[in-house]
């Protein structure tokens, strides 16, 4: 029913800083959580972070806590993650996700998901 299509993503040096974006559209409501997730070749998908619907309880995983930030514009129907002090390690494909309900870091429990954009992080 919701339709999400990152973008942003791109090949940065270490230290350096990019901004995600994910846009929805179709059958949207007030009340989706949003969240990113991300993926290394040969590694199981991990949460990064994850926002409620109106902005005000955010969570991170701790490998990006401090450095990453994430949020939303629902006027626009997009999510943001700003993503600081880039190293190799974050290096991935990055997906974000959305679910009718409340904030979780599990991916299963999100029912929509965007196909991803590559971040690349050079030493």
């Known amino acids: 029913q919701v339709q999400l299509v990152e973008s942003g993503g791109g090949l940065v040096q270490a230290g350096g800083s990019l901004r995600l974006s994910c846009a929805a559209s179709?059958?949207?409501?007030?009340?989706?959580?949003m969240a990113w997730f991300r993926q290394a070749p040969g590694k199981e998908r991990e949460f990064v972070a994850t926002?409620?619907?109106?902005?005000?309880?955010?969570y991170y995983a701790d490998s990006v806590k401090g450095r990453f930030t994430i949020s939303r514009d629902n006027a626009k129907n997009t999510v943001y993650l700003q993503m600081n002090s880039l190293q190799p390690a974050d290096t991935a494909v990055y997906y974000c996700?959305?679910?009718?309900?409340?904030?979780?870091?599990?991916?299963?429990?999100?029912?929509?998901w965007g196909p991803g954009t590559q971040v690349t992080v050079s030493s």
């Open positions: 996700a959305s679910r009718q309900g409340g904030v979780t870091a599990t991916a299963p429990e999100f029912s929509s």
């Open positions: 179709g059958r949207t409501y007030r009340s989706v959580t």
């Open positions: 926002i409620s619907w109106s902005g005000s309880s955010t």
